[in-house]
């Protein structure tokens, strides 16, 4: 039984790992909130809806990690710095899918991967990373005469634009195109990213990615990757229809990491392993 404590333990993300634990073989052992959260002292399971767990919510992140095999982090950049720096204290692996985050995080994921397993991704759903190999391949066989352009649709709650995952597949699509070692032709234009058009813009540049981003509802996430050719085009999608894919995908990592030794891992590692 995988022993996993869970950073962000009453968001909505935190609390689909909790409900889906128990039929992942992992035992929820902490859970951690924000400082002065109104959960603190309530039982975990019984926020989560699957009965008491004796796992009472707290804002020690500290005492949240003991015991635990590794920590599920889906809580706000801002608190990712304490917790990668006690659960390297713990030696606790840390899988995290907090997004948005600066300069300073990755720093400080790298450094806490010498000491502990880290794996960090804007999405943990197994799909999506298939769907950013597959834009990948497809972007580097066809090559600079298709025009690549990408639309995500998430609900109207949603606080930040263009989506990680967004971003994740535009980065998938730059590298496979040669900014980093794809081996496109010598002369084809380096990728950068266009986020909204408006006026008379002119013709479509070789070098744009389109990046945009659709507000509405209650859409989990949609990603579509168009592929656009003279005469054909193609498409390629990914709709999440429940959050329970990417708590799902974030215990498959979680026991990918445990007994792995310290460095990053990715959620390639995972669908490979």
Sequence with gaps: ???????????RMGQAIVRLAAGERAQIVGAIVSRGSSRIGRDVGE??????????????TSA????????????????????LHLAVRAK?????????????????????????????????????HVLAELAASAARRLGPGFDVEIVEV??????????????????????????AGGGEPAGAAAL????????????????????FAVRGGDVIGDHTVHLLGPGERIELTHRATSRDLFARGALRASWY??????????MADVIEG
């Design 1 to 11: 039984m995988l022993k996993v404590a869970v950073h962000g333990a009453s968001g």
């Design 47 to 60: 926020l989560a809806g699957t009965g008491n767990l004796g796992v009472a919510m707290s804002d020690d």
């Design 64 to 83: 949240g990690l003991l015991g635990a095999d590794v920590v599920i982090d889906f809580s706000r950049p801002e608190a990712l710095p304490r917790l």
């Design 92 to 128: 606790v692996a840390v899988v995290s899918g907090t997004t948005r985050l600066d300069a300073t995080c990755e720093r400080l994921l790298d450094e806490a991967a010498r000491h502990v397993p880290v794996l960090w991704s804007p999405n943990t759903s197994i799909g999506i």
């Design 154 to 179: 998430h609900h109207r709650a949603k606080v930040d634009a263009p989506s990680g995952t967004a971003v994740r597949l535009a980065d998938a699509v730059r590298a496979a195109r040669g900014d």
């Design 192 to 211: 950068s990213d266009v986020y909204g058009r408006e006026g008379n813009v002119g013709p479509r540049k070789p070098s744009e990615l389109g990046v």
């Design 257 to 266: 990491l445990h007994g792995k030794p310290p460095g990053r891992y990715t």
